[in-house]
């Protein structure tokens, strides 16, 4: 069943990718797009019901297009944090005068091929695209020294990886046009702008932790482990530079 959840977005990417090697000859002078953004994904589904927290985090994209054509290829990685906890323990049991803080971190990392459709100049230029990749969620707990924040010990508790793809859209708002200021000859220069997006993004079954899952008894951890689809709406709101 989680094959046949697939079969359609990578046979779809998989044309995309070779109709545009056949026409590799418009890729003499790419047009490339760097982005940092603001992330922030809502639980659905099986997923919200287990998770009610809004995961917050950063993303990063990259797209390279035909200087002919409004499409761009690239990639899209976003980091959110849906979970955390945080106490104060004594260093051991024989300096038990002495406490360090405890964080512990409950994370999604996403990997996805991304393909945009896209106008390729004008102020505005709103944009679709679809994604295909990963989810890889886990639990990570850290030692700080309680005075300077640096980081003294760290363990994965829990992970699991799964596959993500989805679709989403969302406009560009250009903000500075660096080739109005740059002599004839010179090069390229760069453009800037705001990013406004919306996607859905369908992930795979995948087991997890949440606030509250580690149950520490005695010396001993428990963990409670939720496990259901990862489905997630994100939103975000980035910068974005175009040469």
Do not use: C
């Amino acid at each position: 069943m989680k094959n046949n959840r697939l079969l359609l977005p990578t046979v779809f990417f998989a044309a995309i990718l070779i109709s545009l090697f056949a026409i590799r000859d418009i890729y003499a002078q790419p047009r490339f797009q760097g982005g940092i953004n603001f992330e922030m994904g809502f639980p659905q589904g099986d997923f919200e019901s287990n998770v009610d927290n809004v995961g917050l985090g950063l993303g990063l994209d990259f797209t390279v297009s035909p200087k002919l054509l409004p499409i761009g290829i690239g990639g899209s990685f976003t980091f959110l944090n849906y979970g955390s906890e945080t106490r104060r323990e004594p260093f051991s049991t024989t300096i038990p005068d002495v406490t360090v803080k405890v964080e512990t971190q409950n994370s999604i990392l996403q990997g996805f091929l991304l393909l945009r459709l896209q106008p390729n100049s004008g102020f505005i230029r709103p944009y679709i695209e679809g994604l295909l990749g990963f989810n890889y969620l886990f639990t990570e707990t850290k030692i700080k020294d309680e005075s300077d924040q640096e980081e003294i010990a760290s363990s994965t508790n829990f992970d699991d990886f799964t596959s993500s793809y989805g679709a989403g859209g969302g406009i560009m708002i250009k903000v500075f046009d660096g080739t109005k200021r740059m002599p004839p000859g010179m090069g390229r220069a760069p453009i800037v702008l705001i990013d406004l997006r919306v996607r859905y993004l369908q992930g795979g079954e995948a087991e997890y932790l949440k606030e509250g899952s580690i149950i520490r008894d005695n010396g001993n951890l428990l963990y409670d482990v939720s496990k259901s689809d990862t489905d997630l709406v994100t939103g975000h709101i980035g910068v974005v530079v175009e040469f």
